[in-house]
């Protein structure tokens, strides 16, 4: 048997919901909802499944809509969407008006524009990521600069690091 808490919690898609009942039956696997009072034996029981299946991708459908038409918004109007704040800027609030925005963070700006140059001059990107780690600087992902998020107490830089810093759009 498996038990879930509810249908939308178990498959946000009517077509991966009824997938699952296909194995579930197939594997003579009894499906429980925890919470909704359904028969899933029965072919009734697993009609009503399915239209909750519906309604609850409808939502899924319409919450991703909400959020995305949120973050245009926000971009539109200069202001910060969330997430992980890209390495040389910070968020400050929005002098403009409501929200925050992001600003350039003086300091990583300067690493950035150091890392920059010699990456022009042909340094390698392990001599470079040495060297920012002899010089105690702090990584992207370091938490003294998170706001938010999954945070490191290491301040190590990394090939990978530096190759994602150097190819950000932001």
Excluded at 74 to 86: A, F, I, K, S
Excluded at 94 to 105: E, S, W, Y
Excluded at 125 to 138: A, R, Y
């Amino acid at each position: 048997m498996i038990v879930f808490f509810k249908i939308d919690r178990l498959a946000r898609s009517t077509v991966d919901f009824a997938e699952i009942m296909r194995l579930a039956e197939h594997q003579s696997v009894a499906l429980a909802s925890a919470t909704e009072p359904l028969d899933l034996t029965s072919s009734m029981g697993r009609a009503m499944a399915k239209v909750i299946a519906v309604f609850a991708e409808l939502e899924s459908d319409t919450i991703g809509t909400r959020v995305s038409s949120a973050h245009e918004h926000l971009r539109r109007e200069g202001r910060y969407t969330g997430g992980r704040v890209p390495y040389g800027y910070m968020v400050v609030p929005n002098p403009n008006g409501a929200g925050k925005v992001l600003a350039v963070n003086e300091d990583e700006a300067k690493t950035i524009k150091r890392i920059v140059e010699r990456v022009l001059t042909k340094d390698s990107l392990m001599q470079i990521i040495n060297d920012l780690n002899k010089e105690g600087v702090p990584s992207p992902g370091y938490s003294s600069r998170q706001t938010t998020g999954k945070r490191s107490g290491s301040k190590q830089w990394y090939t990978t690091t530096l190759r994602s810093l150097l190819g950000n759009r932001s």
